[in-house]
T-cell receptor, first 113, second 109 residues
Framework: NAGVTQTPKFRILKIGQSMTLQCTQD?????MYWYRQDPGMGLKLIYY???????DKGEVPNGYNVSRSTTEDFPLRLELAAPSQTSVYFC????????????FGPGTRLTVT | GQNIDQPTEMTATEGAIVQINCTYQ??????LFWYQQHAGEAPTFLSY????GLEEKGRFSSFLSRSKGYSYLLLKELQMKDSASYLC??????????FGAGTTVTVRA
């Protein structure tokens, strides 16, 4: 099992550019999540999904979009990148049964200049 | 939503014990998790409490009091590799986690 994989590891974007952060899990988990982590701050939930075809907003969804066409993949789309989106992005997945701990991907470090 | 508070930093000596406290205010509590995050890496799961009491897992233990909105993570026999950030997270009934800002533990020789 590769677990949760994310690409790319690093990316530099110019203001106004767009990009997609890829996330794939091979554990057949129903639940998938996208977080951002800023220095000295906790992880903030951007979007989550409870299964293929179902997505919902988290705490900080503005400027982002997601889709979940398969159980395995949960890409995060940034449209019109802004400096405020400079952050480390983590994708995670979990089973919907107890204890339901989340497994995290290695993260994508994004800089918008 | 959830308000989750934990200390910013703690320092301890190798071989010692450290207790990291976490207090929370929540709507729809459905479990409390502790994660470990080394610098530049992803968080990894440490422990889970959903009922009151102590859960022990090797050198790590976690305690929960739902009536007090309080948890702690106890790290025993500290090792240098335990230097990391420890994240307290509360889960709601939609299976979403809210994280505290994390406690950076530095273990000194």
């Amino acid at each position: 099992n590769a677990g949760v994989t994310q690409t790319p590891k690093f990316r530099i974007l110019k203001i106004g550019q767009s990009m997609t952060l890829q996330c794939t899990q091979d554990m057949n988990h129903n639940y998938m999540y996208w977080y951002r982590q800023d220095p000295g701050m906790g992880l903030k939930l951007i979007y989550y999904s409870v299964g293929a075809g179902i997505t919902d907003k988290g705490e900080v969804p503005n400027g982002y979009n997601v889709s979940r066409s398969t159980t395995e993949d949960f890409p995060l789309r940034l449209e019109l990148a802004a400096p405020s989106q400079t952050s480390v992005y983590f994708c995670a997945s979990s089973l919907g049964t107890e204890p339901g701990e989340q497994y995290f991907g290695p993260g994508t470090r994004l800089t918008v200049t | 939503g959830q308000n989750i508070d934990q200390p910013t930093e703690m320092t301890a000596t190798e071989g010692a014990i450290v207790q990291i406290n976490c207090t929370y205010q929540t709507s729809g509590f459905n479990g409390l998790f502790w994660y470990q995050q080394h610098a530049g890496e992803a968080p990894t799961f440490l422990s889970y409490n959903v009922l009151d009491g102590l859960e022990e897992k090797g050198r790590f233990s976690s305690f929960l009091s739902r009536s007090k909105g309080y948890s702690y993570l106890l790290l025993k026999e500290l090792q240098m590799k335990d230097s990391a950030s420890y994240l307290c997270a509360v889960r709601d009934r939609d299976y979403k986690l809210s994280f505290g800002a994390g406690t950076t533990v530095t273990v000194r020789a």
